[in-house]
């Protein structure tokens, strides 16, 4: 609607002041501007809605070109009916006398003046109606990439919580006195599942106290027969990242590691920072027989762990998995976004 307004004013101010400002004839040129404008408002009306929107984009060609072959001539002999009938004799009497209605090269001015303007509307309508529908498009794949993120890291959460509540009800029945510290433990993982995980983007070391509280509660699972270290060499206070990106990869590795050996087992998780880059590298021992990889009916999956990259980091990480005989190694590195140095520069 705004559009329609803005467009049809400037054309009418265009026919009457700027032709009016020439001889100063104001009157004569708002009368010829309130018969022009609506002729030509409604020769643009029909083409663009009716014959581009009805045929045109529809694949009626030839029906298209006979209609705007008609209409055109309607059209143009309505105007040239307006300067013929009412201004030439007001205003160049002598037009009729030298000239006829028909006269082939007035009606071509007629038609060029009148569908040059058909033809700036519709440019700009399309333009718009494209850039509109570039915008939906848009919105609706952000739309389509949260829901799959809310999906994918709500498959992080049911069977951890499941397991991390069956150890502390057996510590509960031996009146064990490290219940308390498994329930707290568990009670901040829960609140930074619902409340953190929310963000796009929360500190590392954030996600790295997650990590340690999820490694905790898995310890008391395993005993001393797991041997886990995690280990940051450089300063992360200013490095950002999405929330539960980390924590599959390093519930992948107890899950393929330590709970499918009998013997001890070990992780280790390195994390260190070069320039733009974060490199997270998690290593964790196995059977020859066991293959990490792309998850079971229990987790979120190395694929969905790709696939959450591929949403949140295009075109700004590396993600690999290195399986040898008696081990597995997973290698991520992450690119600090420019957006993010703006945020701390601005801190």
Known sequence: MGFNFVFWAFYFLYEWLGNAAVGSEYRRYAINAAVIVPITFGATWFTVNVLIARYFLKGKRKIFWLLFAFSAIVFTLARRAFNYYY??????????????????????????NTYLIVALYAMFYFLRAWYEQQRTTQQLQRDKAEAQLE???????????????????????????????????LSALLSYMLYDSRQTTIPLSKELEYINNYIALEKVRYGKRLDVSLNVFDPVDHFSIAPLLLLPLVENSFKHGASNNIRDSWIRVDIALNGDWLSV??????????????GSKNGIGLENVKKRLEILYPGRYEFKCIKEHDSFLTILKLKKSIHEDTLHDRG
């Not at 002598?94 to 071509?108: C, H, N, R, V």
Request: charged residues 15%; hydrophobic residues 30%.
């Open 87 to 112: 201004t030439y004799p007001l205003y160049y009497p002598e037009g009729q006398e030298t000239m006829s209605y028909w006269f082939p090269p007035k009606l071509l001015i007629e038609a060029v």
């Open 281 to 294: 590298k998690i290593e964790n021992s196995c059977d020859g027989r066991e293959h990490n990889g792309n």
């Open 151 to 185: 999906l994918l890291k709500s498959q992080v959460q049911p069977h951890f919580i499941f397991n991390t509540l069956n150890n502390i009800y057996s510590y509960a029945q031996q009146h064990s006195g490290q219940t308390p510290e498994l329930i707290y433990r």
